[in-house]
Every structure is written in structure tokens, then in C-alpha cells.
């Protein structure tokens, strides 16, 4: 990541330690980057006068204009296809998929284009774009709304799939994201867009593609990425106050994983829960229990467990706090783990 | 070739080709397939090779302009006809004929200045051979050895792309761009794209949203539609209830339709286009009337579909021969001409021929590379576990 800088044309330069919200962060680390290079575009439905349905491009268009902040047509294969012809042509998109339930009108343009320009042509094209997906539940939102459909771009080779859990990383990994020059899906927790936490905007950032160890602790490990982060601190912090110390993970990058800190946990506490949203077949959470059962099968003394949604359709919201893993079904995995 | 067979021998549960006769739906369709073009048809050479003139559309054209056409024609027609042969040999895992659309790929593909850009296809052939490349460079990707060899950046001519389509949305893309970069207007380094893509594609969504999404941002991009009346085994009437160049209308830019066996013509149409574009009077439709005389790919069976009297019908309107009798009419090219560019073309197909034999099966570690700019751990390790593996074996090779 190149030097960080917060020069925003409107105002006096901020403190370096902001308290933001998740969306602020994002919008404010869209701004940095297009400060930083004008070769930088925001695209999407409604991102431009009205700053997105969640308003995380808010302003951007006011101060960067309709050339470099385009409300696009309603055609999210449109959004994706010209992004390819965009950044052939040295442009680095930022496409914004409005809800993730509507990215499957580009995932033609995604699967077939996005992730095999570079390969089908040896490396002579480069496609240094960004697809913002807001993802995930519990906002009681109707059908297509809610939906974590993460695995399928962590199964497309040629793409890489990273979600932020907190203000800091949304405001960092978004700049780290539009400086890749690989395609990166950027998956957004919209549950917790307007959760708090400081931002320092000048300190060095961890590497995109690496996963976190948030919370220490010494008799279970649980992994978990997006909206899940907070699940799985709230459930260590509630563990704790019965005498029992997890460790969390926050894996952040999906593809490439990063298991090394995962590993490194699970070999000191000996347990792991794997925690996500999305229904649990063929998923991340598989291929993490995959993963570790083979890395570290003579440290385990219990099977890896998943806590994921379910494998059915995402429910009517009234429903959605079944489907949706809670502290309760956390801890009573970490109950089955430890009681192996 | 590892096993081109199972993309070209039928299974055995197949029936003969002779056993299914076209369906009547389906020689109606075919029969109308081969109808004039319309009132509307920029021609201005006729098959029987004669000059007319056209109010909008009119080309000042040398002899040795006209010689450079023809030669055009007559080496990508042997090429393309070379590569048919070279998957029949099995030399090649499979081939994508342009036979019969030489005019309209050579009269686009020649009305391209260097600093404008192409996407294809992946019939594209012609166009390859205008953008300077050769044809041996895109047998690779037929014979199995690559995904597409040339560089899209030094040619200009984005890889071939086969999803139907899809580069349609990538080219409106490379059109925004140019315009955003300031290359549409008066000036001098003004540039336009220009897009392939067949009559089948014209019912994918992809190019539905290419056309709006070019059509308010003005972009700098001409369509241009082959029509050669087959999407495999569909004729065009499946694909549209109204002549294709009249579908511009609707999203707001001319559309025009072209004899796309008369390469006056269409180059004539290609370059007003293109200099609209560059202007900044884009996006424009060409619907390119042609026949693809041969079939979809040599894995296909026209025979299953469409009647040989089609096929005899269009050969009287071949684009190459039309153009041999007005330069002979014309006296504008002799005997030796005719014999120098036939020699040419022996030549070129014997180049081909001995590139495509060697063209090398890669390392498979080659899998394994370029499938990111920046790298994957996972992947990094993925490929080094295989070469360990082939490395344990005796002699390190299995």
C-alpha cells in the first residue's frame, strides 16, 4: 500500500484517529483512492446523486464529477462488461453491485471474463477492478436481499474474494483492493454498516490478503469473516464470562485463504468452529474444515465444526433469525466441541 | 494432438447425417435466408461484379486499392481453408470456418486505422489478418496449445472471445474509456472501436445492454453484426421477427444494413462509421449481409438443416469472384496478378501448415501461470505439490 493519504479537497486535513462507521470508512477510502489516481472510477446503479442506497459513495460524485462517478444503467452485466473495456483501457473500476442478490445478471461477464482475461492471454491484460458487494442478512430485507453467495467467486479461479469485519480494515482494504491488479470482490457486511470504531489514517495497514487473529484465548479457536466477526467476539466475550477463553480469527481474505494464523490457533487450543452465514455445503466453511483437518489432524481433539446458515433458500425475513448463525448456536458449538 | 476425435467423431449412438432431413419450418427459413437483403441493402458492386452507385454511400476506389482487397480475400478464403484441412488431419482439435464472409470481415477490417480498436469474435479471422496478425497465430488456440497467442495491446484486437456476446459490454467499456480519455472529436488522434459479433449473439442480453449502455454514453463503437443467417442450426428469423439494423432504432442510432459479400461496400459503410464515431456521433449499427457457406465449426452438419440449394444460390454471389470480374472488366489486373496472389496463398498455407505442426504442446506447469497478476499463495503451493509429484517419479517423468 502506497503512502496514506486523506487530503479531502472540502475541508481541513482530519485528525489521523477517527470513530467511523463501516460505511463511512468505505466512502472514505474511495475517496483517498480516487484522490490518488485519477485512473480510479466509481460505477453502479444510484451510486452518483444519490451516494448509493447505503450511501457509501456519497459526495464522490459532487467532488469528482459524472466522469469519474457514473450512475450506470440498470444492467449489472453491463456494469461488469464495461468495466473489462474500461480497464483494458487503463481505467481501475469500482463497481458497485447494489444488493448481492442482483450480481447474478453479471456473473457471466465475472466467471467468464473478469477471472481469465490475464490467463487466456499469458498476462498481457490486466484487469485492476474492484465489484463492491454488499452481502449478507438480518435487515429485514425481502427475497435477494440477503444472501451470501461469497463461494462462488472463492470457487472461480482468476478472482480474488476478500470481506471486511470492521472500520479500520473497510477503510484500508478497500484501497488495497483498488491497487490490486487482480479483480477483487469486495464483500461488504451491510448488517453492520453503521457500526463504529476508530479508523488511524496513518497507520501501515496489514496485507490485503491476510487473515487476523482479533481475540486471544486458549480452548477453542472460531474463524469467521464479515457480519460473523461480531458474532463470534460477542460469543467469546460471553464464553469468557463462564471461564472459557476463545481465540477469534477474522479470516478477511476468502480467496486466497490465508489458514496460517488458523492453523497456528488450532494447534495451541486443539478445537475449531468455523462460523459464516452462507449455507454450509461446498462452502469457505468447508473448505477451512477441509483445510485444517489436514494441516493440523494430530492437534485436534474434537472435528471441526461449522456453524453456517442453512442449505435452503434464504427464509422470509420473520425467519431470518433462525437462519442466521447467533451467539447461542456459536456457543453451543464451542458446548459440543469441548465436550468431545 | 491429444484427441481431437471427440470433438469431430459422432458417438456411436449418432445417426447418419443423411438420416435427418431438414424440417419444412426450417427450409422456409432457409429459403428466406437467402431473399436480396431489402430495399435497403448498401451494395456497390453487384455478384456479376458490375458498379453501381449508392446516394449515401459512394467510394473512391483505385486499382491497386481494389488488387489489395482482392489479394486480401483470396489469402484469408486459403488460410481459412487450410485450417479446415489441418483439423481434418487432425492437426487441429477443431476450426471455426469464415468461408463466405471474406468481403464483410475485409472491408471492416481494413477500414480500421491503427489507433482504433477491435473486439472479436471468434470467427474473426479476416479481421486478424487486417490487424497484422498471422494466421498460423491463431491456430493455437484450435490446436490446443494456448487460449489465444497474439497481444491484444500491440494489435490492437482483443483476444477471441467465444462466450456469445460477451465482448460486445467490453468493447462499450474500451469505447467509454476512449471517450473519457478525449479521443473522440476533430482531433487528429481521435480513435473508434469497433465490435463483431454474429447475428446469434444479437439475442444475448449482453449485446441488448451494449447497446444502451454505448448509446447514452455516446460512446465511439460500431456494432458490426454479421449476419450469415445461421446461429449454428437457427436461422435469423429465430432470432428477431425484423431485419437486425432496424433494431438501432429503438435504442436511439442509425443502423445500417450492408451487402456484406460486396467489401465496397462494407468498407465504404466501415469507414463512414468508424469516422462518425470518431467525431462523436456514436454508436452506429452495421448489420453485414452475408452466408456462412460452410458449416458453424467442423464439428457441425449443415446437412441436418439447411438444403444444399441455399448454399448453391449464395456461391453466385461470392464475394471474391465479383471482384476478380469488375478488375478484369475494369483491366485492371492481368494473369499475373491472379497468378502472384495464388502463389501467395500457396505460400501462406505452407507456412501454416509447418507452424501448426510444430506448434508445441506447453509445460504443464503452464496451468499454473498468469491465472493472477499478483499472485496466490494457494495456488503457488497447489503447483508445487504437482511438480513434486511428476518429480517423484523415475526419470521425472511419468
Known amino acids: 500500500m502506497a503512502a496514506p493519504t486523506m487530503n479531502r479537497p472540502t475541508s481541513d486535513a482530519p485528525a489521523a484517529v477517527q470513530t467511523l462507521t463501516i460505511a463511512k470508512a468505505i466512502n472514505n477510502g474511495l475517496r483517498a483512492a480516487m484522490e490518488a489516481n485519477p485512473k480510479v472510477l466509481v460505477m453502479g446503479e444510484d451510486v452518483g446523486k444519490l451516494g448509493g442506497v447505503f450511501r457509501i459513495t456519497d459526495g464522490l460524485q459532487k467532488d469528482f464529477g459524472e466522469q469519474r462517478v457514473l450512475d450506470t444503467p440498470l444492467s449489472e452485466s453491463g456494469i461488469i462488461g464495461t468495466a473489462v473495456g474500461l480497464a483494458i483501457r487503463g481505467y481501475r473500476p469500482v463497481c458497485e453491485i447494489q444488493f448481492e442478490g442482483f450480481i447474478f445478471p453479471g456473473f457471466d461477464q465475472i466467471v467468464s471474463q473478469v477471472a481469465k482475461l490475464h490467463f487466456r492471454t499469458q498476462g498481457r491484460l490486466k484487469l485492476p477492478m474492484v465489484i463492491r458487494v454488499p452481502f449478507g442478512g438480518g435487515i429485514g430485507a425481502v427475497e435477494h436481499h440477503s444472501e451470501s453467495p461469497e463461494s462462488y467467486f472463492a470457487h472461480t479461479a482468476g478472482l480474488k474474494v476478500v470481506s471486511c469485519s470492521n472500520p479500520a480494515d473497510a477503510y484500508w482494504m478497500i484501497q488495497q483492493a483498488i491497487d490490486s491488479d487482480d479483480p477483487v470482490l469486495f464483500f461488504e457486511p451491510k448488517r453492520r454498516y453503521y457500526e463504529k470504531g476508530e479508523v488511524d489514517t496513518t497507520a501501515v495497514p496489514a496485507p490485503l490478503h491476510a487473515s487476523r487473529v482479533l481475540r486471544t484465548g486458549t480452548d477453542a479457536t472460531l474463524v469467521a469473516y464479515g457480519p460473523m466477526v461480531r458474532v463470534s467476539l460477542d460469543a467469546a466475550a460471553a464464553a469468557a464470562e463462564e471461564g472459557r477463553s476463545l481465540e477469534v480469527v477474522d479470516l478477511r481474505t476468502l480467496s486466497p485463504l490465508d489458514l496460517a494464523p488458523v492453523y497456528d490457533s488450532v494447534r495451541r487450543t486443539g478445537r475449531l468452529v468455523v462460523v459464516s452465514e452462507a449455507p454450509g455445503e461446498s462452502s469457505i466453511a468447508s473448505e477451512i474444515a477441509a483445510k485444517v483437518q489436514q494441516e493440523c489432524f494430530y492437534s485436534l481433539e474434537a472435528p471441526v465444526l461449522r456453524v453456517t446458515g442453512f442449505d435452503t433458500p434464504y427464509p422470509p425475513s420473520k425467519l431470518e433469525e433462525e437462519f442466521l448463525p447467533d451467539l447461542d448456536r456459536v456457543l453451543h458449538a464451542v458446548d459440543r466441541s469441548l465436550a468431545w | ?398
Not at chain 2, 232 to 260: H, K, N, W
Not at chain 2, 367 to 390: K, W
Request: proline share 6%; with cysteine; net charge negative.
Open chain 2, 1 to 398: 494432438m491429444s484427441s481431437p476425435e471427440k470433438w469431430t467423431q459422432p458417438g456411436p449412438d449418432s445417426p447418419p447425417a443423411t438420416a435427418a432431413a431438414p424440417t419444412a419450418e426450417q427450409v422456409i427459413a432457409g429459403l428466406r435466408a437467402t431473399d436480396e437483403g431489402g430495399a435497403d441493402l448498401v451494395q456497390l458492386l453487384t455478384p456479376e461484379g458490375e458498379r453501381v452507385a449508392h446516394p449515401d454511400f459512394d467510394i473512391d476506389i483505385t486499382a491497386e486499392e481494389l488488387r489489395g482487397l482482392y489479394r486480401d480475400m483470396v489469402l484469408v478464403r486459403r488460410a481459412d481453408r487450410e485450417a479446415n484441412a489441418l483439423q481434418r488431419k487432425g492437426e487441429l482439435g477443431l476450426w471455426v470456418p469464415l468461408l463466405g464472409q471474406e468481403a464483410a470481415q475485409i472491408g471492416a477490417g481494413r477500414a480500421l486505422k491503427p489507433a482504433d480498436m477491435a473486439f472479436p469474435s471468434y470467427r474473426e479471422h479476416g479481421v486478424a489478418w487486417c490487424r497484422g496478425i498471422q494466421p498460423h497465430e491463431v491456430l493455437g488456440m484450435f490446436r490446443g496449445t494456448d487460449n489465444g497467442s497474439w497481444d491484444p495491446v500491440e494489435h490492437r484486437f482483443h483476444p477471441y472471445t467465444i462466450v456469445i456476446g460477451n465482448q460486445v459490454l467490453n468493447a462499450a467499456g474500451y469505447a467509454m474509456g476512449q471517450k473519457f480519455d478525449g479521443k473522440v472529436g476533430d482531433d487528429a488522434d481521435s480513435e473508434a472501436t469497433m465490435c463483431f459479433f454474429g447475428d446469434g449473439a444479437t439475442s444475448q442480453g449482453d449485446v441488448h445492454e451494449g447497446f444502451v449502455w454505448a448509446a447514452v454514453y455516446d460512446a465511439p463503437l460500431v456494432f458490426f453484426c454479421q449476419n450469415n443467417q445461421w446461429a449454428i442450426s437457427e436461422p435469423t428469423e429465430r432470432q428477431s421477427r425484423l431485419p437486425l439494423y432496424q433494431r438501432a432504432r429503438g435504442y436511439g442510432f442509425p443502423g445500417i444494413r450492408v451487402d456484406g459479400n460486396d467489401v465496397l461496400a462494407t468498407l465504404a459503410v466501415s469507414r463512414w462509421a468508424l469516422e462518425e464515431c470518431r467525431q462523436g456521433n456514436g454508436p452506429i449499427l452495421i448489420e453485414a449481409f452475408t452466408y456462412r457457406m460452410d458449416a458453424h465449426t467442423t464439428s457441425d452438419d449443415p446437412s441436418r438443416y439447411r438444403l444444399s440449394d441455399e448454399l448453391e444460390l449464395w456461391k453466385l454471389k461470392d464475394p471474391i469472384e465479383r471482384v476478380k470480374v469488375h478488375l478484369v472488366k475494369q483491366q485492371w489486373a492481368d494473369q499475373d496478378f491472379f497468378d502472384s496472389v495464388e502463389a501467395d496463398a500457396e505460400e501462406l498455407a505452407i507456412t501454416m501448415r509447418e507452424h501448426c505442426v510444430n506448434l508445441a504442446t506447453p509445460p504443464a506447469e503452464r496451468m499454473f501461470s498468469e491465472v493472477y497478476a499478483e499472485g496466490n499463495p494457494v495456488l503457488e503451493a497447489q503447483r508445487d505439490e504437482f511438480l513434486a509429484y511428476h518429480a517423484g517419479f523415475a526419470g521425472g517423468e511419468r
